[in-house]
C-alpha cells in the first residue's frame, strides 16, 4: 500500500480552512426568479423583510459576488466545532459491498450537535448579534435544527426561543433537552403563546403540529417582539452559502489526493446540507469543466422535487413568508411522520430547485425500510450510526457501488455525511422489529398562482 492509499481520514490543518463562502447566484446561467410579495404578486422589497432577518443576512440573499469573506469571529467557532471537518475513505463499506467503486463520506457527524446545522447556526447568531438584536426565535422539526441555533446562540450571548412539532417535543425529548441545556426556551408547537397557535388549539387540542406551522409561529413571535429576528434552518439561499464552507474543505482534500468525483449526492430536506457540499463542484459543472453527476436524495413520503411542482409557494402553512418559486407539494402538504424529521417540509431551496429544472442535476426518493437496511449496512461494515436524513443518501450510494460492482465501473462516490443517528435509536428499533411504517404520497394539491 502507499501512503495515500493508506489514509483512511484526509484531514486538513487549521489554517487550510476556508476563508470566504461560495455563493452559487454568481455562476448560474440566469438570475433566480424573486420572491414575491404575495398581496402584489411583485418582486418584494428587500428591505420590507429587515424586519424579520439580519440586514447583513438579507444581502447575502440577494448577493451576486460569487465570493462572501467569512468573518473572524465565525471561522473562530468554526474552528471550534471542529472545523475542517475530515473526509473519509469508507474502505470497509467497498469491501462489504465488493464493489470497484470509491466511496467518501464528508464528515458533517462530529459537530457538538451532531450535525451540519451548526455551520450556519453560527454565522447567523454572529450576523444578528452585531447588528444589536438580543433575541432569535425559530422553529424545528425533530429538533436537530433547534438544537445548532441554540448552542451558536449561547455561543454568541443571544436568548433563543424555539418552536418545536409536537409530536416531535413529545416523542423525542433527547434534542429538545439539548436546547434547553444550551439555554433556549422551547414550546410545542402549536403553542399558546401566538394567535396562530391559539387558534389551532382550539380547533384541536391534540395537534400533532407540523414544521409548516411552526415556522408561522415563529414568524409571528418575531414580528410582535422589537428585540427580536427569525432565523431559518434551511431553504434560503444564505443558509445554502454558509454551507458551502462543507464543499470549499471537500475540495480541497480531494486536490490532495488528486481526486475528483465522478458522483457526488446528499439528502435533501430543504437543500442546504446538499448544497453546501456540491455546489463548490458544481460551479464546475456550470462552467463546462466536469461532467460529475449530482444527486439529491429524498423521501417518498414527502417527495417535493420527485413528485413536486416548480412554481410560487408560501414557505409555511400560515401564509407569511414571500412566495417562492420553488418545487413543491404545497404549503399544506401533510408531512406523514417518517423519522428523518429534517426530510419533512413541502418545498426545496429555489436555486436547487431551479439546477434540477434545468437537468443540471436529478433526485431520487426513497421509503424509510430500504433507507434504514442501507443504514445497518453501513453500522455493521463501518460501525457508524446514521441519522435517518443522512441514512437516504447512503441509500443512493450503496445501490450505486452494486451498479457499478454490476458494470465493473471504478467510479468515485462522494457524499455529505450530514449527521449521525445516536440520538435516533427508537426509529432503529422499529426497522430491527419490523415496525416502520412506509408511507405512500398523500393528495398533492400545488397551489396556483397568477402574476
Ligand atoms: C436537517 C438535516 C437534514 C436535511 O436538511 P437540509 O436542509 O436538506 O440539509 C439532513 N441531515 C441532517 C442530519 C439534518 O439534521
Request: net charge neutral; proline share 7%.
Amino acid at each position: 500500500m502507499t501512503n495515500k492509499e493508506k489514509e483512511a481520514f484526509i484531514t486538513l490543518d487549521p489554517e487550510e480552512i476556508p476563508t470566504s463562502w461560495y455563493n452559487i447566484q454568481a455562476d448560474l446561467p440566469e438570475p433566480l426568479p424573486p420572491p414575491l410579495d404575495p398581496s402584489t404578486m411583485k418582486p418584494i422589497n428587500p428591505t420590507l423583510l429587515e424586519r424579520i432577518f439580519a440586514k447583513e443576512l438579507i444581502l447575502q440573499e440577494i448577493s451576486s459576488e460569487p465570493s462572501i469573506k467569512i468573518p473572524d469571529e465565525v471561522l473562530d467557532a468554526y474552528l471550534r466545532l471542529p472545523r475542517p471537518t475530515p473526509l473519509y475513505r469508507a474502505k470497509r463499506l467497498e469491501n462489504y459491498l465488493k464493489t470497484p467503486a470509491q466511496i467518501y463520506f464528508k464528515c458533517e457527524n462530529f459537530s457538538p450537535t451532531g450535525s451540519h446545522k451548526t455551520n450556519t447556526a453560527i454565522a447567523q447568531a454572529y450576523y444578528n448579534k452585531k447588528q444589536g438584536i438580543t433575541r432569535l426565535a425559530t422553529e424545528t422539526g425533530a429538533g436537530q435544527w433547534g438544537t445548532a441555533l441554540s448552542l451558536a446562540c449561547a455561543i454568541f450571548g443571544l436568548k433563543c426561543r424555539i418552536y418545536m412539532v409536537r409530536t416531535s417535543y413529545q416523542q423525542k425529548p433527547g434534542r429538545r433537552i439539548i436546547a434547553q441545556t444550551y439555554g433556549a426556551e422551547m414550546f410545542p408547537s402549536p403553542s399558546d403563546q401566538t394567535n396562530f397557535g391559539k387558534k389551532l388549539l382550539k380547533e384541536n387540542p391534540n395537534h400533532p403540529g407540523t414544521l409548516g406551522i411552526a415556522i408561522t409561529e415563529a414568524i409571528e413571535d418575531t414580528v410582535t417582539h422589537e428585540d427580536t429576528r427569525y432565523s431559518l434552518g434551511s431553504v434560503l439561499n444564505h443558509v445554502l452559502l454558509h454551507q458551502t464552507v462543507i464543499g470549499l474543505e471537500a475540495k480541497k482534500q480531494f486536490e490532495q489526493i488528486d481526486t475528483y468525483p465522478d458522483v457526488l449526492c446528499g439528502c435533501i430536506g430543504g437543500g442546504s446540507n446538499f448544497a453546501g457540499f456540491c455546489y463548490p463542484f458544481m460551479k464546475d459543472k456550470l462552467k463546462g469543466k466536469t461532467e460529475a453527476e449530482f444527486v439529491g436524495c429524498e423521501s417518498k413520503a414527502v417527495p417535493h422535487t420527485t413528485k413536486g411542482t416548480y412554481t410560487y409557494d408560501f414557505g409555511d402553512t400560515g401564509k407569511m413568508t414571500p412566495l417562492l418559486k420553488m418545487l413543491t407539494i404545497g404549503h399544506e402538504y401533510a408531512c406523514p411522520p417518517v423519522h428523518a424529521g429534517g426530510l419533512r417540509y413541502h418545498g426545496m431551496a429555489p436555486s436547487i430547485s431551479y439546477l434540477i429544472h434545468k437537468g443540471y442535476m436529478r433526485s431520487v426518493a426513497y421509503s424509510q425500510t430500504e433507507v434504514f437496511a442501507a443504514a445497518q449496512i453501513l453500522a455493521k461494515s463501518e460501525g457508524w450510526i446514521t441519522a435517518p436524513e443522512t441514512a437516504h443518501s447512503l441509500k443512493f450510494v450503496v445501490d450505486e457501488a452494486l451498479r457499478c460492482k454490476k458494470t465493473g465501473e471504478k467510479k468515485i462516490i462522494a457524499m455529505n455525511y450530514s449527521g449521525h443517528g445516536l440520538l435516533d435509536l427508537a426509529s432503529y428499533e422499529q426497522f430491527l422489529t419490523n415496525k416502520l411504517v412506509d408511507y405512500a404520497p398523500e393528495k398533492i394539491v400545488i397551489p396556483t398562482f397568477s402574476r
